[in-house]
C-alpha cells in the first residue's frame, strides 16, 4: 500500500476558505473505481412511457463542521446513479429537482471511475442534473392525484443533510407520496430529508412513526473524522432525530443492507446502493404488474 493511500489528512478544496475533501486513505475504505451492478436485467421492464420518477436532489456543496471547516459534499455518485442505473433498466425516467433549482452537487471524488455503466447513466442525465426543476415548481405543477410519479428517489452523500430536512417542498413532495401511495426511496444520508415531514407538526403527527428503515449510522458518522473522511464533527445526528419521531433504525454497522417498510425503500450506506436500486425497481414493476 503507497505512502499516500495510508494518509488520513483531508485534503484541501481550493474554492472554498477552510473547506476540505476527504483523505486518501478514507477514500481507499468507502470508494471503489468500480461499482457492484448485478442484477440489472429486467425482461418484464416497464414500456408504457408515462411512468416517472422525482428525484429530489441536493444543491449544496459545503457542510459546516463544529470545528469550522467545511466538509466538500453533495450527493454520493454511488448512492445516486446505482439505484438510477436499475430504474432506468427498469424502464422508467426521472425528472430531476432540487430546492433551489440550482445545479446538483455531486461528490465527484466518489465517483467510480472505471466503471462505464455508471458513466452512461451518468451522462445521459448530465444536462437534467445541471439544469434541475425547482421543487416548488413540481409542487404546484406535477404533483397531484393524476400525476405521472411512480416515487420520489431521494439519495445519499452528506448534501443530503444541507436544506432537504427543514424544506417545506420536501415535505410537500413527500406528503405528495404518502398520500397517493407511491414508492420513496432512499440510502445512506438520503433518509435524513424525512424530517421534512415534521416541519410545523405536532410529534405525535409524524407520518413516518412506527416505520423501520436502514440509513448510515450516527456513529460511523462520529467515528470518519478520525480517519479524514470530514475535517471534523457533524453539528446534529439525522439518526437521533427521527429516533426522536419514532423512527426504527434497524441497522448499526454498514453492510449493504436494505429494507422495505410498506412503500418506503431504504439501505444503509454506499454499499447498499446495488440492493436498494434492485428492490426498487422490483417493487415498482410489481406495481405495475409486469407491465
Keep these: 500500500m503507497s505512502e499516500q493511500s495510508q494518509d488520513k489528512r483531508p485534503v484541501p478544496d481550493p474554492a472554498e476558505n477552510n473547506a476540505f475533501f476527504p483523505s486518501p486513505y478514507s477514500l481507499g475504505q468507502f470508494t471503489s473505481a468500480k461499482s457492484d451492478l448485478s442484477g440489472a436485467d429486467y425482461p418484464n421492464a416497464y414500456r408504457g412511457g408515462r411512468w416517472k420518477i422525482l428525484m429530489i436532489a441536493a444543491d449544496e456543496r459545503y457542510l459546516l463542521l463544529q470545528n469550522g471547516t467545511m466538509f466538500s459534499t453533495g450527493n454520493h455518485p454511488v448512492e445516486t446513479l446505482l439505484p438510477m442505473y436499475h430504474l432506468d433498466k427498469a424502464g422508467f425516467e426521472f425528472d430531476i429537482a432540487t430546492v433551489s433549482g440550482n445545479p446538483v452537487k455531486f461528490e465527484l471524488w466518489a465517483f467510480p471511475k472505471e466503471d462505464d455503466a455508471v458513466k452512461s447513466i451518468y451522462q445521459k442525465y448530465l444536462a437534467r442534473l ?27 452523500g452528506h448534501g443530503a443533510l444541507i436544506g432537504l430536512p427543514e424544506s417545506t417542498d420536501v415535505k410537500a413532495a ?75 433504525i434497524l441497522n448499526k454497522d454498514i453492510t449493504g443492507k436494505t429494507h422495505q417498510d ?28 409486469g407491465r
Excluded at 445541471?130 to 445519499?156: H, M, R, T, W
Aim: glycine content about 10%.
Design 130 to 156: 445541471k439544469q434541475p426543476l425547482k421543487l416548488s415548481d413540481v409542487i404546484e405543477n406535477k404533483l397531484g392525484e393524476d400525476s405521472d410519479y411512480i416515487a420520489v428517489f431521494i439519495p445519499g
Design 174 to 248: 413527500l406528503k405528495w407520496a404518502l398520500d397517493n401511495d407511491k414508492h420513496i426511496i432512499s440510502l445512506c444520508h438520503g433518509p435524513a430529508a424525512l424530517l421534512a415531514s415534521a416541519v410545523g407538526e405536532a410529534k405525535g403527527d409524524y407520518p413516518f412513526k412506527g416505520y423501520k428503515i436502514c440509513a448510515f449510522p450516527d456513529a460511523i458518522d462520529r467515528t470518519t473524522p478520525d480517519i479524514g473522511y470530514m475535517p471534523g464533527a457533524l453539528t446534529w445526528a439525522f439518526g437521533e432525530q427521527l429516533q426522536a419521531l419514532g423512527v426504527e
Design 262 to 289: 410498506r412503500k418506503l425503500i431504504t439501505g444503509d450506506s454506499p454499499f447498499a446502493a446495488n440492493n436498494v436500486g434492485k428492490a426498487a425497481a422490483k417493487a415498482l414493476l410489481d406495481t405495475l404488474g
